[in-house]
């Protein structure tokens, strides 16, 4: 019996170490389609606003040069119109200086950079881009230093969990045999009394 909990609650140990390190071995690699993503939303999205102000410029000779100062001139002939370009303008600005703060930290910090800043989503123009992302995302292999470090990371997170479970159902085992051990060292008359 020893010999059968031995080999289970290594075999445990070794499956959570594992299965961690090769979710945590993902990060570089699912942060990286992120930030493809995020690039190339905001750069569709800039082809679109360019568009509209190219077509406004042409049906209402607007001469403005800037973003800003486009979007005040649109509001005097179509105050709609410019204010869901200025929505656009915002969420652009938003998704590029997303990929821009990615792109621009270490190899390593990457997926950390890219975490904290999906979660800094106040407008919610980033969480339909990692809503996909983790619809399409394709497990894969990496062999970067980015994705063995993390996949050591992994390695003993997973590890360490595994020996937090196995030390609570130890515990519990113990307690649960001391309570039976209890029980059966009590006579039945004193388990039971009459009344």
Do not use: C
């Not at 942060?31 to 077509?55: F, G």
């Not at 230093?145 to 020996?163: N, R």
Request: no cysteine; hydrophobic share 45%; proline share 3%.
């Amino acid at each position: 019996m020893n010999l059968i909990r031995r080999w289970l609650s290594e075999s445990i140990s070794i499956a959570l170490a594992l299965l961690f390190a090769v979710l945590a071995m993902q990060a570089p690699a699912f942060t990286r389609e992120y930030a493809a993503a995020l690039l190339q939303v905001a750069q569709d999205a800039r082809r679109d606003i360019e568009q509209r102000k190219a077509s406004a410029r042409q049906f209402y000779g607007i001469k403005a040069a800037g973003d800003e100062q486009f979007v005040v001139a649109l509001q005097s002939f179509e105050p709609s119109n410019a204010e869901t370009l200025a929505l656009s303008l915002q969420r652009t600005q938003a998704l590029q200086g997303a990929y821009d703060r990615i792109a621009g930290a270490a190899p390593l910090l990457r997926p950390v950079v890219a975490a904290r800043d999906a979660f800094e989503d106040e407008h919610g123009y980033k969480a339909t881009i990692l809503r996909t992302l983790v619809g399409t995302y394709s497990t894969q292999l990496d062999f970067s230093f980015a994705a063995a470090a993390y996949g050591f990371v992994g390695l003993l997170t997973g590890s360490l969990l595994a020996q937090l479970v196995l030390s609570t159902f130890r515990a519990l085992g113990r307690r649960l045999t001391r309570r039976r051990r209890g029980r059966m060292d009590v006579p039945a008359a004193q388990r039971h009394p009459r009344t």
